[in-house]
């Protein structure tokens, strides 16, 4: 099983910067498509940028511009740079990894989610 562990979320005045990261651990061979995602009081849960193994990647409309996805192979960790932040950014925002590993000597794929971190933004 992998565990992430994000860092880098708290209060910022509309305009400002953070940084979010997201650290993996655990058992698996390989970690396929790392990505961030955020959930607002009473809304759902949506996607804000993903990046795959390669380094492709892909953003929300209402963001891109704005953050930036990147992620650090060697280290198993995702980034989320958020720049030009607005009130209506204000969420939990949550990792996410699919990774590959290997169940019963076979091959198997699963997801795995962090516990979130608060981002407000607010005067």
């Known amino acids: 099983q992998v565990q992430l562990v994000e860092s880098g979320g708290g209060l910022v005045q509309p305009g400002g910067s953070l940084r979010l990261s997201c650290a993996a651990s655990g058992s698996m061979f390989s970690i396929n498509a790392m990505g961030w995602y955020r959930q607002a009081p009473g809304k759902q849960r949506e996607l804000v940028a993903t990046?795959?193994?390669?380094?492709?990647?892909n953003y929300a409309d209402s963001v891109k511009g704005r953050f930036t996805i990147s992620r650090d192979n060697a280290k198993n960790t995702v980034y989320l740079q958020m720049n030009s932040l607005k009130p209506e950014d204000t969420a939990v925002y949550y990792c996410?990894?699919?990774?590959?590993?290997?169940?019963?000597?076979?091959?198997?794929?699963?997801?795995?989610w962090g516990q979130g971190t608060q981002v407000t933004v607010s005067s």
């Open positions: 996410h990894a699919d990774y590959s590993t290997v169940v019963a000597g076979l091959p198997a794929d699963f997801g795995s």
């Open positions: 990046v795959t193994s390669g380094g492709s990647t």
